[in-house]
């Protein structure tokens, strides 16, 4: 049986969430996903128009399709507006990037009845390449994954 973390990548439509302005889009995760020919994904970043050549969207009710899920890897102080706007938006499946968690994103998360993904990179479940396969590894080694 998957883990949740496991599970949160059968969905078959992403948004992923970054702030440039603030902090470096999370491409690896965008690159990741795009490389998978059964996913769409979409970037979503307030802070400019274009990720990867790619048009962005200011936020996730801009998107131009319903998401079933998002990673949130935005500055920690940010995150729980973007937990509220997934709940806003219908997205149950949440990801926030490790480092990214609040009690205050968690509690909105716990009452909206969404499934969280947390205190983990999520692109280690999406990328093989070196660290990720490492993290990948001892995570499976102490049966976190």
Known sequence: MPSKYEAFWSNRSFAVVGHSALKPFP?????????????TAYPVDPSTDRIEGDAVFADLASLP???DAVVI?????????????AAAAGISDVWIHQGRET???LAIGKEKGLNLCTGTC???????????NVHRFFRKLSGNW
């Open 27 to 39: 491409t690896l995760t965008y690159q990741a996903l795009q490389g998978l020919a059964d996913k």
């Open 65 to 67: 399709e319903p998401v």
């Open 73 to 85: 890897e935005v500055p920690k102080q940010e995150t729980a507006a973007w937990v509220e706007q």
């Open 103 to 105: 009690p205050e994103a």
């Open 122 to 132: 999520a692109v280690q479940y999406l990328n093989g390449s070196f660290p990720h």
